[in-house]
């Protein structure tokens, strides 16, 4: 990707620029150095202006807008996604408008709007089904299962998980396997089943790590302590908390 961003460079090719730019900016925020990342997506959604592409402006305003969401900024992070949105709807693409309004469904939940979060989020699953999107599907899934379980519906909750999992093995992700699984872990310690729990989230540590997640293992941190605080055992839960924060 660097060689292929000097190249773009040297030869004054915005577009190609805007490629080399956004793969940059999806490995830097892999990896967790979001502000690294946010500048090769500022740069690449400039570049892709200049190169009068709407599909690549719309796919950087996307994945900016995540990017935003992630370090905190909501109201700039809707801007961008909604953005993103409308020019899905532009190009008549229908899987990237199901991504955008999975993204921001994930928004909603996060700014606690949850009935615009689950509207969202279905809208997003009914396009992934018409359209047979196995990755769009089993995110679209996943996100709900968070939603059901905020709304303290565990039994939905766990069976939106459950449909998502072998969706995440067909795929081979071992990244989204283990993020669902993370979910699971809490749903599970949250309804007392403190064994559950913890199988869910040993197994989503073996793969998260495999997948080097180090930004989703911290956050697997959060949910071990979440799950021993619950089970009572305060020193376990106080140590996985020391490991979110390193």
């Not at 030869?11 to 080399?20: G, M, P």
């Not at 699984?181 to 809490?186: A, E, P, T």
């Not at 064994?195 to 293992?217: G, I, M, N, V, W």
């Amino acid at each position: 990707l660097q060689a292929a961003l000097e190249v773009a460079l040297g030869s004054n090719n915005r577009l190609l620029e805007c490629v080399a730019r956004n793969g940059l900016g999806q490995l830097f925020e892999h990896v967790g150095s979001f502000g690294r990342a946010r500048t090769q997506y500022e740069a690449a959604l400039l570049a892709a202006r200049d190169a009068g592409d709407r599909r690549w402006e719309g796919g950087c305003l996307g994945n900016l807008g995540l990017l935003l969401a992630n370090e905190g900024y909501a109201e700039e992070a809707f801007v961008n996604c909604n953005a993103a949105l409308a020019v899905a709807r532009e190009l008549g693409d229908r899987q990237w408008e199901g991504n955008t309004l999975c993204n921001l469904g994930m928004l909603h939940h996060l700014e606690g709007a949850i009935a615009e979060a689950r509207t969202e989020l279905e809208s997003a699953l009914i396009i992934a089904r018409e359209i047979g999107h196995i990755r769009l599907e089993c995110i679209s899934l996943c996100n709900l299962g968070i939603i059901h379980d905020a709304l303290q519906e565990a039994q939905i909750a766990e069976s939106r998980y459950a449909s998502a999992l072998p969706l995440a093995r067909e795929l081979a992700d071992k990244r989204t396997e283990g993020q669902i699984l993370n979910y699971q872990g809490v749903l599970h310690a949250r309804q007392q089943d403190i064994s559950k729990s913890r199988d869910c989230l040993d197994r989503a540590e073996l793969l998260l790590a495999s997948a080097s997640d180090t930004f989703t293992l911290g956050l697997l941190s959060c949910s071990r302590a979440e799950c021993e605080y619950l089970a009572g055992s305060s020193d376990t839960a106080d140590s996985a908390l020391r490991n979110a924060v390193a």
